[in-house]
């Protein structure tokens, strides 16, 4: 055997020993300050897997898949303060990132594959999302990442035609697929229904999961660099104080501030919200605007994304919650929807739960409380908060009906 | 550089040799780059 041949054979089975002991130091290291990352949800978390994947393999932590709902309204009740010291044994561990929308969200969680397989999580929307879909070019360009379109693309867990149909939505933005020839390419095989594109799809999967699975170890390597860059502000010495949490009392304080907060006008938003807006929308009688309310619904891509979002949890092996907003319904009836129409967005949100066997608290006995949101999308109040901490709590501890 | 004659000196030097450049070029082209066009949030 040629003594060049020998090099190359050694050189390789080092550096494959090296690759493996490395991804191991990676995880190792991620795994020390994953609860130090719980709190922060920087973009390296969003836009990548790997701290999302040791999330998971973390039994106090409890991912949270939303979006401005999540962040919105900083307060001593929102989620990630409210349980930063493990009151009742966990913390929240946020993957929220404002904008995002199921069709986001579906990437982000096909780039975690098994390791979703049996694990609690919470899905995190808003009705706005469905009756005003905001994912535009530009907001989607800011959570499209290659590592999660090629963990979706060739993702050995999912269904042909679940990836079929994603791809299909991926490629009404098409300028983020520009990039990358092979990926943009193996999607139009994808989406293309004749047995030639079948084949070459099947024949490129090698190569793309190939491509995904070093896209893994440059995740980690990413990490690594986080890490180190950020130690000083990342503090693995995480202060836990068990305490039982008076749900009743926390509401009382929770709701004097949402009340102080939302006094400047008549629906019970933000002040910060109402002073933004500027003026009053003109009154209409309730229900002459349902039509365009209900259509908005049924033509909002949003509804489909949902149903795709909901698949490929279903099709991944996850256990999530899904946990809605209510509809503020003083100002919706002001601004001429009905609460009939209402009922009918909140009965194809709990028909699509129930269809594919997932829990939801949609929070709809809770349209008539003014101070749940701080606007109309709603993003959560303080008091709403505490309802949503008390469900993420009784979610994590195996108490949801 | 002259590579030794001996040949397991040969094999050694010659895999040290591979291996820098694999490490090299991992260190230079495999950090990936998951960043996202910057967009600012209109709804806060």
Known sequence: MPVFLIAVSCSVFFMAIFIFYGQKYAEDLERKHIHAMAPLYPDIVINAAAFQKIALDTPDLLPVYGASEEHKEIGPYQANQFFQNYPTGFAPFDDSKGGAQSLTEIQALASLGDSLKGKKIIISFTPKQFYWPTLDDKTYAGFFTNLHAYELIFNPTLSYSTKQSVAKRMQDYSKTLKGDKFLSFAINELTSDSMASKIMYWTMYPLGRLQADIMELQDHYQSVLYISKNQKSLNTDIRREARNIDWQNELANARDIAIKRGSSNPFGFSENYWRRKGHLDQQESVGSEDAKFLEKIRNSKESSDFVLLLQVLKELGAKPLLVGRPMNDKYFNYVGISNEAMDRYFGFVEKEAARFGFPLVDFKDYRGDSYFGVDPAPHTSQEGWVYVDKIYNDFYHGNTK | ?44
């Open chain 2, 1 to 44: 550089m002259e590579i030794p004659n001996k040949p397991v000196l040969k094999i050694i030097v010659l895999t040290l040799f591979y291996l820098a450049i694999m490490v090299s070029l991992t260190a230079m082209y495999g950090k990936g780059n998951f960043e996202t066009p910057k967009f600012i949030y209109q709804e806060f």
